[in-house]
């Protein structure tokens, strides 16, 4: 809520949830809260001191101390978030430059194809290429086309290393 929270006994304060101090045996006696504020005065996050050496409670310095140090937790908050969504956008970024690399790419072997199918006569030479260039766009190490006709098939491979070959 953005109060400061001090606590003499923790115990007394229905607010106080002793589930850790079950979990681990302690039994925590003072507590001091603050909220962190973020730029537009909005509580980002709190931060909790337990348990003062010397069983003493919280005073008013200590409240003003963590006040300071919550200030310089507010700063520090805030140059992560903004870090991290620096991050993110340049994620985004690099994940659309590699999308618009591919389409480029994808055009470019459209634009070929096209060409190529413009220039060839020849049936067996053309699908060569274009599992050819399947094989290089898609990174795969072979592909193939199988051909169906009325009296016979063929099929045309590629595969790296080996060449296209037709069947």
């Known amino acids: 809520n953005g109060q400061v929270v001090n606590l003499r006994d923790a115990y007394e304060d229905p607010r106080f949830d002793r589930t850790w101090d079950d979990l681990t045996g302690n039994r925590t006696r003072t507590l001091l809260c603050l ?9 980002a996050a709190v931060v909790q001191c337990l348990d003062k050496q010397g069983r003493r409670p919280f005073d008013a310095e200590d409240e003003e101390l963590l006040r300071c140090v919550s200030g310089q937790l507010a ?3 805030e140059s992560a978030f903004l870090y991290e969504a620096l991050l993110q956008r340049n994620q985004e970024l ?20 096209e060409r190529l199918i413009s220039e060839t006569d020849d049936v067996d030479r053309l699908l060569g290429e274009v599992v050819a260039r399947a094989c290089v766009q898609l990174k795969v190490d072979a592909a ?24």
């Open 75 to 77: 700063v520090a908050l």
């Open 94 to 113: 690099k994940d659309a430059d590699a999308r618009l690399r591919r389409a480029n790419a994808e055009l470019e072997l459209v634009e070929q194809l």
């Open 35 to 43: 909220p962190i504020l973020d730029r537009n005065h909005r509580v």
């Open 144 to 167: 193939a086309i199988a051909l169906a006709g009325e009296s016979s098939a063929r099929v045309v491979v590629h595969a790296s290393g080996v060449g296209t070959r037709v069947e």
